[in-house]
């Protein structure tokens, strides 16, 4: 399906005026094509090329490096589990399995994900969703959820705003909100008390030798 005109032209009128080039305006223009289409055909993202006046191989290089946009149609749901370290070491592997399973889905199908036949689901890996405080954190359609441990998938699967993080009252474990940054108590913090050596001494000063006198 081609990118409507009313696309085009918010490119050109609205997005342009904004950057200091038309290529500068690539990355809002793949998430309009995107939000439009669902995801980025190779005919979508020659027509970006054409409109922002470059080759068709460096918008497809800027499409393939970010996780977010999608090369391939994708489901109604979107599932994204995060497999970034804090993730991963909470279980983040077996959830994305057990997701998969439970869908019938092949878990090991990478970043360009698994989606179920009525097109209902798809399901990936990504990269950090900065949820680290809630791993295993997946997000749908963007919105954030967890944690989803493995033993939590058949509920997640059931009632996902059971696990939604973005629900009133509900405050982050960890970020600027916390009292020891207001204060700068964070900043504080004396090596020794969390066991690392004292510092060496300086070195004594470097002796002066008199100037000859020629």
Request: charged letters at 25%.
């Amino acid at each position: 399906m081609p990118l409507s005109q009313a696309a085009k032209d918010r490119v050109v009128n609205d997005y342009f005026p904004r950057y200091p080039t038309k290529r500068a305006a690539l990355m809002p223009a793949l998430w309009l094509a995107q939000d439009e289409l669902g995801w980025l055909s190779v005919e979508t993202m020659e027509e970006i090329a054409e409109l922002l006046e470059m080759d068709p191989t460096d918008v497809e290089s800027v499409a393939s490096f970010y996780v977010m946009f999608n090369r391939r149609p994708v489901g109604r749901k979107l599932i994204e589990v995060c497999e970034n370290p804090s993730c991963w070491v909470n279980g983040a592997s077996q959830t994305l399995e057990r997701i998969c399973h439970k869908l019938g889905l092949d878990p090991h199908a990478g970043h360009a994900g698994a989606t179920t036949p009525d097109g209902e689901y798809t399901v990936r890996p990504t990269e950090c969703v900065a949820a680290c405080d809630y791993a295993p954190a997946v997000q749908v359609n963007w919105r954030y959820y967890g944690p989803v441990k493995p033993d939590d998938v058949d509920a997640f699967l059931e009632n996902m705003e059971r696990f939604n993080l973005e629900r009133d009252g509900l405050v982050s474990a960890f970020g600027t909100h916390e009292q020891r940054f207001k204060d700068g108590s964070a900043w504080r913090v004396d090596p020794a008390e969390n066991g690392a050596p004292p510092p060496p001494p300086p070195p004594p000063p470097a002796e002066s030798k008199p100037e000859e006198k020629k």
